[in-house]
């Protein structure tokens, strides 16, 4: 069976440029989350999705990032205009869902740096 | 409010065991989970406790949890050096659904 799947695997653009990171959960998740994970840290939040809604984007700063899963299935990330303190490792997680959910399974990241 | 902290390094011998420590502060976590993350890599999941068990063993690992201290363990034992990697501690938050708060990690150098 297919891991989570991600896209690109790296990037690197100027600050200010727009980029896009894609994301294909394991078949059959209907959860997906994006998590920010900062050098030396773990991964933190940024948006979940259960489905096609987004119910929890509390830690996505809006201002300047954008997330959609239009038929509940993968996923895009994007960030426009990048800044150079959002160089990171951006992870995306797909599990089952439902009550008894309790594992997340992580695919491979995209590793960002802004110049 | 919600918190995981870990120690940053630990260096073992090879065949040694290896024991990693975590904090954590909220007392209503549901599960608490050991993640594993080699270089480049995703995080891979390892283990993971439920909050009214203190101990589960599988195979080399062994988890040891005490709710009253809020303190959780991985111990590793016979330590190899494919074992090296960076070993996340992360407690799941109630609230609907399984929001996990990890730590910062707790990088595991095996030398021989």
């Known amino acids: 069976e297919a891991g989570v799947v991600q896209s690109p695997r790296y990037k690197i653009i100027e600050k200010k440029q727009p980029v896009a990171f894609w994301c294909n959960p394991i078949?059959?998740?209907?959860?997906l989350y994006w998590y920010l994970q900062n050098l030396g840290q773990g991964p933190e939040l940024l948006i979940r999705?259960?489905?096609?809604?987004?119910?929890?984007d509390s830690q996505l700063p809006k201002d300047r990032f954008s997330a959609e899963r239009l038929k509940g299935v993968d996923s895009t990330l994007k960030i426009q205009p990048a800044e150079l303190g959002d160089s990171a490792v951006y992870l995306c997680?797909?599990?089952?869902?439902?009550?008894?959910?309790?594992?997340?399974?992580f695919g491979p990241g995209t590793r960002l740096t802004v110049l | 409010g919600e918190d995981v902290e870990q120690s940053l390094f630990l260096s073992v011998r090879e065949g040694d065991s290896s024991v990693i420590n975590c904090t954590y502060t909220?007392?209503?976590?549901?599960?608490l989970y050991w993640y594993k993350q080699e270089p480049g890599a995703g995080l891979q999941l390892l283990t993971y406790?439920?909050?009214?068990?203190d101990m589960k063993q599988d195979q080399r690992l062994t988890v040891l949890l005490n709710k009253k201290d809020k303190h959780l363990s991985l111990r590793i034992a016979d330590t190899q050096t494919g074992d090296s990697a960076i070993y996340f501690c992360?407690?799941?938050?109630?609230?609907?659904?399984?929001?996990?708060?990890f730590g910062a990690g707790t990088r595991l150098a095996v030398h021989p």
């Open positions: 997680a797909s599990s089952l869902g439902g009550l008894l959910d309790n594992e997340q399974f």
């Open positions: 078949s059959g998740h209907n959860t």
């Open positions: 999705y259960e489905n096609e809604e987004a119910v929890d």
């Open positions: 909220d007392s209503s976590s549901t599960y």
């Open positions: 406790i439920f909050s009214n068990m």
């Open positions: 992360a407690e799941s938050i109630t609230g609907g659904y399984n929001k996990l708060i």
